[in-house]
């Protein structure tokens, strides 16, 4: 047995006390829009957020399953920041796979410590679930890249360090680091209808000047991009099976205590079957999770594991948190339970960061063997 296994158990444990506390000693409102990165940082001091990290970058090395063990804890403690699929699971896979010892220097400590923060800018106005046609290009000009194009629904990017892109180079897809100051890179707000500290963005690129640096993995062709697209499923089923945890707790112990007629609403079993139908759900879900987790860290393929992991965690969460609401009556639309105020970021997974019919058709075409429809 490697170590990463008995590493990511022993996260488990760890994460699942730590996590709250951390949480509980910052007072940020992440229903509010709110800065939260105080939060970022509590949780990046307790090494939650190096946690797949590799060690000799001030990480914790313990893999991708022990991120998710600690996505699962922050929403299951109420607090679901969406950037843990995107700075760590995402951005910090690609450094830490396939950077130069520079960059890997440069970023992987301060993203495991949480004083670093990094977007991810892949989709674009004419391009969303299609990246084959990505239009956004990175062009040679003396000694530097030029970067023009733009994307959108970029999320974070007020918080972070630096973006990053994915831009054409010729007939291949590449993997730049751009600094959100850079010269000629400029954004503007997208209103969404989630209550999350995360806010996103249009962002254009405007002739950005980059040297050979930026490039991250110069020579692994589309690697480096697929490195982080697993975790980023795996990861973000794992904030959706905590949010599922989160639901159906609230609801189970309202269920308990509220008596309309004589006994608790849970007596019903129109009230308590949906709850139990979701507790299923969920525990099928964090076996499919805990599973491509694994199977990535082995090292195995694991990209139909990693789509069915997140297909089944967003509707298990939209399924779960439903009942919840459903179960609450009126309350279940109040901020005060924290329910309704879920319902915008639930119902977002199943259209990001990748839909569910997208993911079907990956799981056709690649387990099922047939017809390639995308
Ligand atoms: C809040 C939020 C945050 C986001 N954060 C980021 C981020 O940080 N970085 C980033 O790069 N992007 C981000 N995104 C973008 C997100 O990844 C895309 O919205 C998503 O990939 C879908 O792309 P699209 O919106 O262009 O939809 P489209 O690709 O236009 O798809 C529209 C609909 O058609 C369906 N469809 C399309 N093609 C097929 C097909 N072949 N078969 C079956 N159905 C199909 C889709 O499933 C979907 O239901 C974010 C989006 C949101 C809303």
Redesign the pocket.
Known sequence: MSSQPRLANAFWVVSMTLCPTAIATVSVDTTSGDNARELWQALGAIGALGASISEEHGGVGAGVHALSVVAEAIAEAGVPL?LIA?SPAVCATMIDGFGSPAQKAEWLPGLADGSRVL???????D????THNLRMRARRDGGSWVLSGQ???????DNADALLT?ARVEDELKVFLVPTDAPGLTRSP?K?E?L?P?R?YNVFYDDVRLDDSALVGPNAGMAVLYAGLNPERIVSAALLNGIARYAIDIAAAYARERIVWNVPIGAHQAVSHPLARAETALAASRLLTASAARAFDAGEPGGVDAAMAKLTASETASTALDAAMQTLGGNGMSREYGLATLHG?VR?F?????????L??HVAHKRLSLPR??
Do not use: C, D, W
């Open positions: 969406m995107l977007g991810f800018a892949i989709t674009e106005p391009a969303g679930s299609n994307k959108y629904y970029v999320s974070h990017v994915v997208i969404v989630i999350s995360e996103q970021l977002l199943r259209i990001a960061p990748v839909s569910s019919e997208m079907l058709n429809s995308y």
